[in-house]
């Protein structure tokens, strides 16, 4: 099992910064890459950015256009996502991820959800 546990949520103005952290623990932590999902109310869970555990590779949503970093500590067994320039749009409840892909189904292993909200 995979446990993980967002943080760093929050209300912000438009242009502002936040991170969000997201620290995993459980077993065979390398054998997953971890994701960043979003969702707004009423619409489908999106998906934001996404890092390898070994590779350290990452990949991000096309709306994110150099917004956001994805980044992680393997000692902290932690997750990172860095969201500069906020905008309104971005506003939704943020969701760490353990999987593969760019798919919600990709993901067996999903934390409670952060929310971020964005004031213009």
């Known amino acids: 099992q995979v446990q993980l546990v967002e943080s760093g949520g929050g209300l912000v103005q438009a242009g502002d910064s936040l991170r969000l952290s997201c620290a995993a623990s459980g077993r065979t932590l390398s054998s997953y890459g971890m994701g960043w999902f979003r969702q707004a109310p009423g619409k489908e869970r999106e998906f934001v950015a996404r890092i390898s555990w070994s590779l350290d590779s990452t990949y991000y949503g096309d709306f994110v256009k150099g917004r956001f970093t994805i980044s992680r500590d393997n000692a902290k067994n932690t997750v990172y996502l860095q969201m500069n320039n906020l905008k309104p749009e971005d506003t939704a409840v943020y969701f760490c991820?353990?999987?593969?892909?760019?798919?919600?189904?990709?993901?067996?292993?999903w934390g409670q959800g952060t929310q971020v909200t964005v004031s213009s």
């Open positions: 991820a353990a999987g593969a892909g760019a798919a919600v189904r990709g993901y067996p292993y």
